[in-house]
């Protein structure tokens, strides 16, 4: 019996010491996460004084750097938006996210009228020196649809999914 305890003993303290070891190497890597979040990236001088001057009524202001680029996540005036700086300051993409009332009343009117039976779920709007797209999912009873248009309101079906969820719920 004595031998069984002392075995029972050493086993409790093998695992309370392997326990430890993980609580201490958990503390030690979200003490890592945690300085890392509260230092955001060094943006160089050039891209914030584009992105001030392009987006100067930008909220919530979230930066990420990249090998050759910068990244700023932001709200203005309630549409999410991503831009993408080279290291010199030059804007090289846009990207927006909102729903149709935003959408160019031209690109809405076609939709409005071609797919009628369709609700707009959402937007994604790239933007870029040579060209602007309109990325559209859309709804109905039985499929999800993604068109993508440009800024004329030329528009294409990308992708169509049967739905295999709830009418209330995204694709995403």
Not at 98 to 124: C, H, M, R, W
Not at 149 to 170: H, I, W
Request: include cysteine; charge should be positive.
């Amino acid at each position: 019996m004595v031998v069984i305890v002392t075995f029972t003993s050493q086993k409790s303290l093998i695992i309370k010491s392997i326990a430890m070891k993980k609580v201490l190497y958990l503390v030690v890597l979200l003490t890592s996460l945690s300085a890392a979040a509260n230092n955001p990236p060094e943006i160089n001088d050039k891209v914030m004084k584009a992105f001030k001057e392009t987006f100067s009524q930008a909220e919530n202001v979230n930066w990420r750097e990249m090998e050759n680029s910068c990244q700023a996540d932001f709200k203005m005036s309630e549409i999410k938006v991503r831009a993408l700086y080279d290291k010199e300051g030059v804007l090289l993409q846009t990207v927006r996210y909102y729903d149709e009332k935003t959408l160019p009343s031209n690109i809405l009117a076609k939709l409005k009228s071609k797919q009628a039976d369709k609700e707009i779920f959402g937007v994604t709007e790239i933007a870029t020196d040579s060209e602007i797209a309109f990325h559209i999912v859309l709804k109905d009873e039985k499929n999800w649809y993604w068109m993508k248009s440009d800024a004329v309101g030329n528009m294409e079906l990308t992708q169509k999914l049967k739905r295999a969820d709830p009418k209330d719920r995204s694709p995403f």
